[in-house]
């Protein structure tokens, strides 16, 4: 099965000439699919990007035995890895939707920092930073787990952070207001940093976040259980998802429950329908008649799809994200309706 986004593959990978025709034909980068076995191990990486400590007992320990009486040498770590790694990013966007580096760029940080403190050696560091990567390698020899999460950061935006044992070690602290320091360390339980719930809850951030606006997709049932929003951005630009890995776990390992509560409310207005099925014009996907045709539709497909195990259907789900993105590619030229009154 196919999944959005992912590390590049091996030039010499057998399956690297499959994804690259896949990539073509959705004209996205190929380091963006690659191959997963099973659904189980899609919606399991998935959901392991959700900000909660495991096994919360041994991570506690391990975190006041090994972390805690290193912790400023540890913040100095990080702050001397994010200086490093903040010129090539900076080159490399300068601007992302407008606003300079390091605003909105909180992934692209994140994953620089987490890469460089992975293969950093304690030669190349200073007594104190040393002794502190020293003292990272050692917890995580023990037990202790460093990786990278995702969610509603104190219900005002989505981040990016990194959980060290029981700690939220956020490495991109000024990629919202850039003035706030690059780092910043506290307890996971003090952070306010949680998972989203649902698809309501991620269109509530979305919308304090990033400004966008919802509606429910009751324009391309067959896509519904995996997209069930339609995305409008503050400029008009429309897309079909939410699509990010998180989101599409969520959804199928509660058997598109989500979803389903994602399209129950009313139909879409008749006008409101009208001008986006003529965006969806010669999208690869059949649009339904009417919004409440569209709705009905959707929402018996969620929970036929879920009593007959289609959740756990690989075949389905790629056809799914295949068709989800060609309609993306095609409404990326497409400008929303104006808002319902």
């Keep these: ?13 057998p399956d690297r000439a499959a994804l690259v025709a896949v990539a073509k034909r959705l004209d996205v980068p190929v380091g963006r699919i690659a191959l997963c076995g099973s659904m189980s191990e899609y919606t399991d990486d998935a959901l392991a990007l959700r900000p909660v400590v495991r096994d919360a007992p041994r991570q506690q320990a391990l975190t006041e035995r090994r972390l805690l009486p290193r912790l400023p040498a540890f913040r100095a770590l990080l702050l001397r890895l994010r200086a490093e790694v903040d010129p090539a990013l900076r080159r490399l966007r ?15 940080i994140t994953e620089a920092v987490q890469a460089r403190l992975e293969n950093l050696e ?8 040393a002794e502190a990567l020293t003292t990272l390698r050692a917890f995580q020899a023990d037990g202790g787990e460093v990786r990278r999460a995702w969610g509603d950061l104190r219900g005002q935006y989505f981040q990016n952070a990194l959980i060290v044992g029981t700690l939220y070690v956020d490495v991109s602290n000024d990629t919202v207001v850039a003035t706030k320091p690059p780092v910043e360390i506290l307890p996971l339980a003090e952070a306010g940093f949680s998972p989203i719930a649902d698809y309501m809850h991620f269109a509530r951030i979305a919308g304090r976040y990033w400004r966008w606006r919802f509606l429910p997709n009751h324009l391309l049932p067959e896509l519904a259980p995996y997209a069930p929003l339609i ?40 006008g409101t329908f009208d001008g986006l099925a003529a965006a969806m014009q010669g999208a690869p996907v059949s649009i339904a008649a009417t919004a409440e045709q569209g709705r009905a539709a959707a929402l018996a497909l969620c929970r036929t799809w879920r009593a007959g195990g289609r959740v756990g259907c690989a075949a389905s789900f790629n056809r799914a994200m295949l068709a989800a993105h060609q309609v993306n590619k095609h409404l990326a030229r497409t400008i929303a309706v104006a808002k319902a009154a």
């Design 1 to 13: 099965m196919l999944r959005f986004p992912d590390r590049e593959l091996s030039r010499h990978h």
């Design 94 to 108: 300068p601007t992302l939707n407008g606003a300079p580096y390091p605003l909105g760029q909180c992934l692209e």
């Design 122 to 129: 304690p030669a190349d560091l200073c007594e104190a930073e």
């Design 231 to 270: 995305q409008i951005a503050p400029g008009g630009r429309l897309r079909l998802g939410p699509l990010e890995p998180y989101m599409l776990g969520l959804a199928l390992t509660g058997g598109f429950a989500a979803s389903e509560q994602a399209l129950r409310g009313p139909p879409l207005p008749a």
